[in-house]
T-cell receptor, first 112, second 112 residues
Framework: GQSLEQPSEVTAVEGAIVQINCTYQ??????LSWYQQHDGGAPTFLSY????GLEETGRFSSFLSRSDSYGYLLLQELQMKDSASYFC?????????????FGAGTRLFVKA | GAGVSQSPSNKVTEKGKDVELRCDPI?????LYWYRQSLGQGLEFLIY????????KSGLPSDRFSAERTGGSVSTLTIQRTQQEDSAVYLC??????????FGSGTRLTVV
């Protein structure tokens, strides 16, 4: 089957750097995505890694190691508005076709 | 349309009644997903449509749940004989690529 693990909560201070880890188990791995969801809102796409390495988009970066079945989301220069839930999602290809499964989410609290 | 549209935004129904939830994806998006999210929880995969291929229904929790996608566009998720445990936010997402789904604002279903 497929499974993803990420911490349930992370707390950090405004202006700091925080890393949210995600480990996964799946067959037919295709790529790892990250989504942000504010309370009461819909998830919004942040990043996607299909190959090993670091992808940078502004203050957010995402890393993937396929050999370790591991990735992380790095948020720099934290702002209060970054307080939200962050979900990693694994896209895999198996006999039934493509499927994207989400982790349970990491709730990030940014303190002043 | 400009985004993924879901209706209704809120639905309160009596236990045992049937409900239909609608998703209007972004025009041209071939992939469409339905997820379910309970309060404070992650996203639970329900069903996936990709173009004209047979849908992946492996996430549907029981035979009371069904979904269809007409003309490769609008999708309807139907829940028959609703139960209280069906109460959740039902999210629809669409994409034209292998990643980077755009989510609708969801339908909050409450079964009383």
């Amino acid at each position: 089957g497929q499974s993803l693990e990420q911490p349930s909560e992370v707390t950090a201070v405004e202006g700091a750097i925080v890393q949210i880890n995600c480990t996964y188990q799946t067959s037919g791995f295709y790529g790892l995505s990250w989504y942000q969801q504010h309370d009461g809102g819909a998830p919004t796409f942040l990043s996607y890694n299909a190959l090993d390495g670091l992808e940078e988009t502004g203050r957010f970066s995402s890393f993937l190691s396929r050999s370790d079945s591991y990735g992380y989301l790095l948020l720099q220069e934290l702002q209060m508005k970054d307080s939200a839930s962050y979900f990693c999602a694994v896209r895999s290809l198996n006999t039934g076709g493509f499927k994207t499964i989400f982790g349970a989410g990491t709730r990030l609290f940014v303190k002043a | 349309g400009a985004g993924v549209s879901q209706s209704p935004s809120n639905k309160v129904t009596e236990k045992g009644k049937d409900v239909e939830l609608r998703c209007d994806p972004i025009s041209g998006h071939t992939a469409l997903y339905w997820y379910r999210q309970s309060l404070g929880q992650g996203l639970e995969f329900l069903i996936y449509f990709q173009g004209n291929s047979a849908p992946d229904k492996s996430g549907l929790p029981s035979d009371r749940f069904s979904a269809e996608r007409t003309g490769g566009s609008v999708s309807t998720l139907t829940i028959q004989r609703t139960q209280q445990e069906d109460s959740a936010v039902y999210l629809c997402a669409s994409s034209s690529k292998n990643y980077g789904y755009t989510f609708g604002s969801g339908t909050r279903l409450t079964v009383v």
